[in-house]
């Protein structure tokens, strides 16, 4: 039997996949289609993701093949967003073709030892107290893959949720707009960017070769489905600007509505949902692809240690964490489509939101949230330091190498996707409290920076599970039992309370 079937190769799957491989665990992917799409559908990934990605070493070799945009996307408002100055290792946006994001995490994955299957397509499941039983079919017929758990990354329409029955309430959409990749008969008859005309706007993004122009669709036939043709593009584009503007070659066409729903359930019995096929939203901000990546990175170590016998809360808290997440993700969309399409009666609140995005503080703190830089979930213990909950900064350490001190960073410590636990104290006094937990990394180390630490306690996905301040010449012997009282819950609650 496998341990973890994966529906899906987009992004969200392939590095769920790379994330479960780290860990040990049998992991198979099927995905309907034969091939990669030949069209693009986004070409951003934002602070929040290069972070994330950084922690498996993934973000470098992405950030040298891309270009980078010092601030992040937002709608409705005429104030940029800047990044410089955000809590993030990585201050910009990344302007890279999602096809690529893909193919460098397949061949990752590939690497790793997965098992992927294209033209494999998921038919039906059914699922007891101990598995998954999953029927696919393939071009020579059906057959029958039985996992421990089944992960739905099949995107909006979901079938894994669909024949889960996992409920998928929210908002129908009420806007629609038109998508063309076309060649322009004359590539001066628009400029780049948005562009108004009379009829409405179209906005114009240079390609390779070609443009990406997106304008209302004004009347969208009944059947939502119906396909793009290029003379509908053509006449939508030509009805907005006024004029002529001779498009040709279309590469692909399609249209895109501003509904936000999110599943019920991400986690239900031994099925599980992530990226689009737990929640989808306005395109706004060109979230999508960033968040289904942070979904992967939080649902793939807690998966895994289920699997080997971790506690039976720990995948709850998935669906928990980012199930909040993923309706703040559809709460900020839709108030950038409500910003865009503001009119006179919202115009108040467009003012309002410009002065305060105008004010550095202001500006940082939108910057952070529509990226889900501000990212925190609950921990335990509680506390109030800024980074418990977060993801930690990645912090420089300088580790005793014996005849030298090693430099050293978090992301780096943290490739492997495993728990660690940093003893900064220079006396050993932290790391013997993880004695008798399995899994976790114990480093000793200083940290120049930030000589206030004590210790660190960092998930597999760089969050911060506990961490003591103070000063080093503070530890006194009440301070050290209590440090190791919080350090031991944290480790209960995470690992369980038997030790192994």
């Avoid at 009420?174 to 108004?196: I, K, N, Y």
């Amino acid at each position: 039997m496998n341990e973890v079937l994966i529906v899906g190769a987009g992004p969200a799957g392939l590095l769920l996949a790379a994330e479960l491989r780290l860990a040990g665990i049998g992991t198979t992917v099927i995905e309907r289609d034969r091939e990669r799409p030949g069209f693009c559908r986004g070409f951003n990934l934002n602070a929040r993701a290069l972070d994330l990605l950084a922690r498996r070493g993934l973000a470098d070799r992405l950030i040298g093949e891309g270009w980078k945009v010092p601030h992040a996307a937002f709608s409705g408002l005429p104030v940029t967003l800047s990044l410089p100055g955000t809590h993030t290792d990585h201050p910009y946006s990344l302007g890279i073709p999602q096809t690529r994001v893909e193919e460098i995490l397949e061949e990752h994955v590939l690497g790793l030892g997965a098992d992927l299957r294209r033209g494999h397509e998921l038919r039906d499941l059914e699922q007891d107290g101990e598995s998954v039983v999953a029927t696919v079919a393939t071009g020579s017929g059906l057959y029958r893959i039985e996992a421990a758990y089944l992960v739905g990354c099949d995107g909006g329409r979901s079938t894994v949720r669909k024949l889960a029955g996992i409920d998928f309430p929210g908002t129908p959409a009420t806007r629609f707009s038109l998508l063309g990749d076309v060649e322009l008969a004359d590539p001066a008859s628009v400029p780049f960017g948005p562009v108004t005309g009379p009829g409405g706007a179209v906005f114009v993004i240079p390609r390779p070769g070609y443009v990406r122009m997106i304008t209302a669709d004004q009347a969208p036939p009944p059947d939502k489905d119906d396909p793009v043709t290029l003379d509908m593009f053509q006449a939508a584009v030509d009805a907005a600007l006024g004029r002529h503007v001779e498009l040709r070659a279309a590469r692909w066409l399609t249209r895109f509505g501003d509904a936000a729903r999110q599943a019920s359930d991400y986690v239900r019995g031994r099925i599980v949902l992530a990226g689009d096929a737990a929640h989808i939203h306005p395109p706004a901000g060109a979230i999508g692809v960033n968040v289904a990546l942070d979904d992967a990175f939080n649902l793939g170590w807690k998966l895994a240690a289920t699997l080997r016998g971790g506690p039976a809360h720990l995948l709850g808290t998935y669906h928990t964490e980012r199930h909040t997440a993923g309706a703040h993700v559809l709460a900020n969309t839709q108030a950038q489509v409500l910003l865009a399409n503001a009119g006179d009666r919202l115009g108040p609140l467009v003012d309002l939101l410009t002065r305060v995005a105008g004010h550095p503080a202001g500006n940082r703190a939108l910057a952070e949230t529509v990226t889900g830089l501000d990212t925190r979930y609950a921990m335990r213990p509680e506390s109030g330091h800024p980074w418990l909950g977060r993801l930690a900064p990645n912090l420089t350490l300088t580790s005793d190498g014996g005849a030298t001190n090693l430099a050293i960073d978090l992301a780096t410590l943290l490739s492997a996707g495993r728990w660690l636990l940093l003893d900064l104290t220079g006396s050993n006094a932290i790391g013997p409290s993880a004695t008798g937990w399995t899994g976790i990394d114990v480093v000793h180390a200083t940290c120049p920076g930030h000589p206030d630490l004590h210790g660190i306690l960092l998930r597999p996905d760089g969050h911060t599970a506990w961490l003591s301040t103070g000063g080093h010449e503070s530890l006194h012997g009440s301070l050290r039992e209590s440090l190791h009282e919080g350090l031991h819950e944290a480790l209960e609650h995470w690992f369980g309370v038997t030790r192994a």
